[in-house]
């Protein structure tokens, strides 16, 4: 147990719909990173927070968003859902910003 | 984006044998390298990492190599057991982890 928690863990909607996906880090953690990793795909680095604060940003599309609240767990929001983004979508966390990240179970995403 | 290779996407290997992983990435600005290991239905676990001020670094039967002239590391795994079956991925650090896309490690008794 990584201590990194998701939720929902399978989660099932319609193209066009909106769907909210949570991590609560580990206790301790300041930053909290998001993945998306599709059927044979690495990991494709989406976003990172840092205690609140957009650190980083990677393959994100701009119908998907991210914060990180004052208790330091995150959401991933995903709109306008496309059968393309049917995927596993990770949350990590770790105490700074570049060292081992430890990683919840998942979140997986089926668009139909 | 396409930073860090790992261009085999399978390797098998004997049990007892040792499971030799490679990795590439692109940019010189990295300076923290690390392997995961992941099993089916679980998210990514961390395995070992290396500094690129080192070019070697050894926990236990797990062995990370950096060469930073040619942008490689490689992680050796000796020996080879059926509970290292699982994807391997390569990720280079700087102020966020770029991943590769894996390599599927079976181990064969």
């Known amino acids: 147990d990584s201590g990194v928690t998701q939720t929902p863990k399978h989660l099932i909607t319609a193209t066009g719909q909106r769907v909210t996906l949570r991590c609560s880090p580990r206790?301790?953690?300041?930053?909290v990173y998001w993945y998306q990793q599709s059927l044979d795909q690495g990991l494709q680095f989406l976003i990172q927070?840092?205690?609140?604060?957009?650190?980083a940003k990677g393959n994100i599309l701009e119908r998907f968003s991210a914060q990180q609240f004052p208790d330091l767990h995150s959401e991933l929001n995903l709109s306008s859902l496309e059968l393309g983004d049917s995927a596993l979508y990770f949350c990590?966390?770790?105490?700074?910003?570049?060292?081992?990240?430890?990683f919840g179970p998942g979140t997986r995403l089926t668009v139909t | 984006d396409q930073q860090v290779k790992q261009n085999s996407p399978s390797l098998s290997v004997q049990e007892g044998r040792i499971s030799i992983l490679n990795c590439d990435y692109t940019?010189?600005?990295?300076?923290?390298f690390l392997w995961y290991k992941k099993y089916p239905a679980e998210g990514p676990t961390f395995l070992i990492s290396?500094?690129?001020?080192?070019d070697k670094n050894e926990d236990g039967r797990f062995t990370v190599f950096l060469n930073k002239s040619a942008k490689h590391l490689s992680l050796h795994i000796v020996p080879s057991q059926p509970g290292d079956s699982a994807v391997y991925f390569c990720a280079a650090s700087k102020s966020h982890s770029s991943f590769g896309a894996g390599t599927t490690v079976t181990v064969r008794a």
């Open positions: 990590a966390s770790s105490v700074g910003g570049a060292g081992e990240q430890y």
């Open positions: 290396i500094s690129s001020i080192k």
């Open positions: 927070y840092y205690n609140g604060e957009e650190r």
């Open positions: 940019n010189s600005m990295f300076d923290y």
């Open positions: 206790s301790g953690d300041l930053s």
